[in-house]
């Protein structure tokens, strides 16, 4: 098992670009998650998805946009890139008890 | 909304040494979850606890859950250099909430 991929590992945007930030895992898992982690802080949820066809904001969806058509993809879409959403991100899938996470992508905002 | 609150946010310690880091909730969770997350890398779980109380050992890590179920400890006997580190706790009450860490730094 590759467990959760994410693509690609870093990213550079200028301000108001667009892209998508691709998350798989082969895992059968129905909850997936995406996060941001900025400097020396936590995790914040962005978006998340109990099942294929089921997503839900987290704490701070503003400038995101996420799909889950089917159980292994859960692709993170950012519009307008703005400074701001310079972090690092992680995609996280569940069986409902621990979450495993995937080895992020790092995205700088210019 | 639900805030988990970890403290301290930075821990230095000489090789040897113990380290405690506390996690508190604002409302009563139904379960907490401890993650690592090595430098430049990806939280991995480490526990969960369920029950008002609860203490759990994995080797030289010590897990507790409050009575209150609203905080939690871990609490680490003799650090050793693999030890360093950011600890999480995620706090679930309906969503899961991660805490902003305590980060680990061991001097050999």
């Known amino acids: 098992n590759a467990g959760v991929t994410q693509t690609p590992k870093f990213r550079i945007l200028k301000i108001g670009q667009s892209m998508t930030l691709q998350c798989t895992q082969d895992?059968?898992?129905?909850?997936m998650y995406w996060y941001r982690q900025d400097p020396g802080m936590g995790l914040k949820l962005i978006y998340y998805?109990?099942?294929?066809?089921?997503?839900d904001k987290g704490e701070v969806p503003n400038g995101y946009n996420v799909s889950r058509s089917t159980t292994e993809d859960f692709p993170l879409r950012l519009e307008l890139a703005a400074p701001s959403q310079t972090s690092v991100y992680f995609c996280a899938s569940s069986n409902g008890y621990e979450q495993f996470f995937g080895p992020g992508t790092r995205l700088t905002v210019l | 909304g639900q805030q988990v609150m970890q403290i301290p946010q930075y821990q230095h310690v000489q090789e040897g040494e113990d380290f405690t880091t506390y996690c508190n909730s604002s409302?009563?969770?139904?379960?907490i979850q401890w993650y690592k997350q090595r430098p430049g890398g990806h939280p991995v779980f480490l526990i969960q606890l369920v029950k008002s109380g609860e203490v759990k050992k994995q080797k030289r890590l010590t897990f507790q859950f409050g009575e209150a179920k609203k905080n939690s400890s871990l609490h680490i006997t003799a650090t050793q250099t693999t030890d360093v580190g950011t600890y999480f706790c995620a706090g679930r009450a309906g969503k899961s909430t991660f805490g902003d860490g305590t980060t680990l730094t061991v001097k050999p």
């Open positions: 895992m059968n898992h129905n909850y």
């Open positions: 409302t009563t969770l139904s379960n």
């Open positions: 998805s109990v099942g294929a066809g089921i997503t």
